[in-house]
């Protein structure tokens, strides 16, 4: 173990709750547990205990505690888990005494970083239990539990593990500096070289849709005036977010909300409806809707279906990014749009949405991969780190095709093998680390 220290931390978020949870990790946890809490036996391993805490002036509540003995925790340290009734005073006091008794408040993210350095888990596995935490779809939580279990950390030690068979190779010829690769063996480390090279890209298609189940996809509501952008938002929404009006100009901010569309998280962004206008606040949530026009990952095109098209379309509609949502026609399509490919909508009759879920679905899912059949979505960091891979696979390999020296060759493959060693953590870089960490909260 690394740590000679014992952190304690509400594991609970601050508030009023049927159970608040403290836990303590370290080599001092189970001692001071022995201290505060009166129970009808010592604590045993893997059991839980009823008794009660005290401080000096007496009892402060009835609790459960459980201890888990080192290795077999968390964080792979003795780890005591202490639950009693969640009131915020309550939890303080307990939360005093165990800092009192020596325990040290534990940073953001402070447990899994023992379980990481522990050995308990790799770093992908680590970064899964933050997206676990922060998940808001089915699909979210299922990308980050395969993550959690260790599924993608696997695949990259069977990357790294070819690697290093690969250098090792190389490597024999610089030590016997008089031969040089034989055709046969360069041959057959090209196919290997090729081969990591196919599964970096594998990884690297998953980039984009582990962005969108993190972060969710970025969807701008956008068009002119009174076409319907703010009443599509609260159809999708399932209730009246924004305001409606038959008044052209009524959205002035801009209004987000994230809503799951088939397991997407996606979040809808609603904007002031394009126009000239002399009005100053209308012209600044004009200026921040083209703001957002600029950070969107998907741009709903939102225009009335039963009047004519306009001369001026504001969006290049037949761009990937754009949907063109044709609104309005319960009143009647204008011949304008019958060749059009939008997608018939109207707000007020609920027509459309199935319709316009499944482009959504499409323009996530459709291209490359499917993340359903898929078990890993990288994130930006993995993204980062695979790249750095890639562009040092070509050059190796380029390296062997044509001859060059082994040496070279060499530092190629080590570059790319410690690229790929940094996604699970098999690097000593403590700002890599702290970076991820500090993203969790506290007690985690
Ligand atoms: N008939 C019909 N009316 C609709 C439909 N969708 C919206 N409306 C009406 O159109 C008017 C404008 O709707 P909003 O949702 O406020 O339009 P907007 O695009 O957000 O307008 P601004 O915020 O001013 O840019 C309201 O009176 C709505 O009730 C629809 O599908 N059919
Ligand atoms: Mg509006």
Redesign the pocket.
């Given at each position: 173990m690394i740590y000679n220290d014992t952190i304690a931390a509400i594991s609970t978020p601050i508030g009023e709750g049927a159970l608040g949870v403290i836990r303590l990790s370290g080599p001092q946890a189970l001692e001071i547990l022995k201290v505060t809490f009166h129970g009808a036996a010592a604590p045993q391993p893997r059991r839980v205990h009823y008794g009660e805490v005290h401080d000096q002036s007496g009892k402060l509540d009835s609790v459960l505690v459980t201890y888990f003995q080192a290795p077999k925790s968390y964080t792979g340290e003795d780890v005591v888990e202490v639950s009693f009734h969640g009131g915020i005073l309550l939890t303080q006091r307990i939360f005093q005494l165990f800092l009192q008794m020596g325990a040290r408040a534990a940073g953001p993210g402070e447990f899994t970083q023992r379980a990481f350095l522990n050995g308990k888990m790799d770093l992908t596995q680590a970064e899964g239990v933050l997206d676990l935490i922060k998940a808001q779809t089915d699909l979210a939580l299922r990308a980050a539990n395969e993550q959690l279990s260790g599924r993608l950390g696997q695949s990259l030690i069977e990357l790294r593990e070819k690697l290093l068979t690969i250098l090792a190779h190389v490597e024999a010829y610089i030590d016997f500096p008089d031969d040089e690769i034989d055709p046969e063996t360069g041959q057959l480390l090209i196919e290997r070289v090729e081969q990591c090279q196919t599964q970096v890209e594998r990884l690297l298609s998953t980039a984009e849709q582990g962005r969108v189940l993190r972060h969710g996809l970025r969807t701008v509501i956008f068009?002119?005036?009174?076409?319907?952008?703010?009443?599509?938002?609260?159809l999708l929404l399932g209730y009246d977010r924004?305001?409606?009006?038959?008044?052209?100009?009524?959205?002035r901010d801009t209004i987000e909300e994230v809503i799951n569309v088939r397991g997407i998280p996606v979040r809808l962004i609603?904007t002031?409806?394009i126009r000239e206008s002399n009005d100053q606040l209308e012209n600044e949530g004009i200026r921040r809707m083209y703001w957002q026009l600029g950070q969107a990952d998907l741009l709903l095109c939102?225009v009335d279906g039963?009047q004519p098209a306009p001369d001026q379309q504001f969006a290049d509609v037949g761009s990937a990014k754009t949907l063109l949502v044709l609104?309005?026609?319960?009143?009647g399509l204008h011949p304008d749009w019958t060749n059009s490919p939008g997608i018939r909508?109207?707000?007020?009759?609920q027509m459309g949405k199935e319709e316009l879920n499944a482009a959504i679905w499409t323009k996530v899912m459709g291209g490359g991969v499917r993340l359903e059949d898929m078990h890993v979505a990288i994130n930006a960091r993995h993204q980062q780190c695979l790249m750095e891979a890639r562009v040092a696979l070509k050059e190796a390999l380029s390296s062997l095709k044509e001859d060059v020296s082994p040496e070279f060759i060499s530092i190629e493959l080590r570059t790319a093998l410690d690229a790929v060693g940094e996604v699970v953590g098999k690097v000593d870089a403590e700002e890599v680390l702290g970076k991820i960490f500090s993203q969790f909260c506290i007690g985690k």
């Amino acid at each position: 173990m690394i740590y000679n220290d014992t952190i304690a931390a509400i594991s609970t978020p601050i508030g009023e709750g049927a159970l608040g949870v403290i836990r303590l990790s370290g080599p001092q946890a189970l001692e001071i547990l022995k201290v505060t809490f009166h129970g009808a036996a010592a604590p045993q391993p893997r059991r839980v205990h009823y008794g009660e805490v005290h401080d000096q002036s007496g009892k402060l509540d009835s609790v459960l505690v459980t201890y888990f003995q080192a290795p077999k925790s968390y964080t792979g340290e003795d780890v005591v888990e202490v639950s009693f009734h969640g009131g915020i005073l309550l939890t303080q006091r307990i939360f005093q005494l165990f800092l009192q008794m020596g325990a040290r408040a534990a940073g953001p993210g402070e447990f899994t970083q023992r379980a990481f350095l522990n050995g308990k888990m790799d770093l992908t596995q680590a970064e899964g239990v933050l997206d676990l935490i922060k998940a808001q779809t089915d699909l979210a939580l299922r990308a980050a539990n395969e993550q959690l279990s260790g599924r993608l950390g696997q695949s990259l030690i069977e990357l790294r593990e070819k690697l290093l068979t690969i250098l090792a190779h190389v490597e024999a010829y610089i030590d016997f500096p008089d031969d040089e690769i034989d055709p046969e063996t360069g041959q057959l480390l090209i196919e290997r070289v090729e081969q990591c090279q196919t599964q970096v890209e594998r990884l690297l298609s998953t980039a984009e849709q582990g962005r969108v189940l993190r972060h969710g996809l970025r969807t701008v509501i956008f068009g002119a005036p009174n076409v319907g952008k703010s009443s599509l938002l609260n159809l999708l929404l399932g209730y009246d977010r924004a305001i409606v009006s038959a008044f052209p100009g009524t959205t002035r901010d801009t209004i987000e909300e994230v809503i799951n569309v088939r397991g997407i998280p996606v979040r809808l962004i609603d904007t002031a409806g394009i126009r000239e206008s002399n009005d100053q606040l209308e012209n600044e949530g004009i200026r921040r809707m083209y703001w957002q026009l600029g950070q969107a990952d998907l741009l709903l095109c939102v225009v009335d279906g039963s009047q004519p098209a306009p001369d001026q379309q504001f969006a290049d509609v037949g761009s990937a990014k754009t949907l063109l949502v044709l609104n309005k026609i319960d009143l009647g399509l204008h011949p304008d749009w019958t060749n059009s490919p939008g997608i018939r909508f109207s707000c007020t009759e609920q027509m459309g949405k199935e319709e316009l879920n499944a482009a959504i679905w499409t323009k996530v899912m459709g291209g490359g991969v499917r993340l359903e059949d898929m078990h890993v979505a990288i994130n930006a960091r993995h993204q980062q780190c695979l790249m750095e891979a890639r562009v040092a696979l070509k050059e190796a390999l380029s390296s062997l095709k044509e001859d060059v020296s082994p040496e070279f060759i060499s530092i190629e493959l080590r570059t790319a093998l410690d690229a790929v060693g940094e996604v699970v953590g098999k690097v000593d870089a403590e700002e890599v680390l702290g970076k991820i960490f500090s993203q969790f909260c506290i007690g985690k």
